[in-house]
């Protein structure tokens, strides 16, 4: 008895019109995977451009030359040596409204759970802001800084958030506010870790 080996089956050939269901299915991906971006960067904050205000935070009129500006003084502080066995570090920042409208300060974060601030204006502190996630997380809360006001950001770094951690600290604060120009402004802590 002999085997001879069957031809193999093909499906019939069928005429489609691939190239416009294609196009569609591209433009459709493309437009997703833009929101998703756009999403993400507003999300993680870090997206480089300005977002909007949240609600209850006023926003300057359509062309209007009255706006605030927020100025961080120092935006980096170098924070030296920060010795773990002598505990939580504590600096004071400067932040002021240079510009011709009420700066509304509607939330601030930090880049790691070891590091939080608070706003003091008019002698009195905002809650405690750490990095999103972890804790409690004040809401409703909101600080006005005049015109040519200063303010004190103050930020504290726990260098036994980590345990024993020896190396590089590069910690951010970011400030949301209703400066229409910088609505998210970020302030940098370096330093390095001992015992």
């Known amino acids: 008895m002999s085997h001879k080996k069957k031809p193999a089956r093909t499906a019939p050939r069928r005429r489609t019109h691939s190239s416009g269901r ?11 995977l833009a929101g998703g971006v756009l999403l993400a960067g507003r999300w993680s904050g870090r997206s480089g451009t300005p977002t909007a205000a ?28 920060v010795s773990q066995a002598k505990g939580i570090v ?23 759970g070891c590091t ?3 706003l003091v204006v008019d002698g009195r502190a905002g809650p405690w802001f750490g990095m999103r996630g972890h804790g409690g997380w004040p809401t409703g809360w909101s600080a006005n800084v005049r015109s040519a006001q200063q303010a004190t950001l103050r930020v504290q ?36 870790q001992v015992p």
């Open 116 to 118: 939080r601030a608070a």
């Open 54 to 81: 949240s609600p209850g935070t006023p926003a300057p009129a359509a062309g209007s030359t009255q706006v605030p500006a927020i100025a961080v003084t120092p935006t980096v502080y170098d924070l030296g040596q």
């Open 90 to 112: 504590t600096v004071e920042l400067t932040v002021a409204n240079t510009g011709a409208a009420d700066l509304v300060i509607h939330e601030m974060e930090t880049s790691c």
């Open 22 to 32: 294609t196009l569609a299915l591209v433009v459709v991906a493309g437009v997703i």
């Open 157 to 192: 770094y726990d260098p036994d958030a980590h345990g024993i951690y020896r190396g590089t600290i590069d910690r951010t604060v970011v400030i949301y506010s209703n400066d229409p120009r910088r609505s998210e402004t970020q302030v940098r802590l370096t330093g390095t």
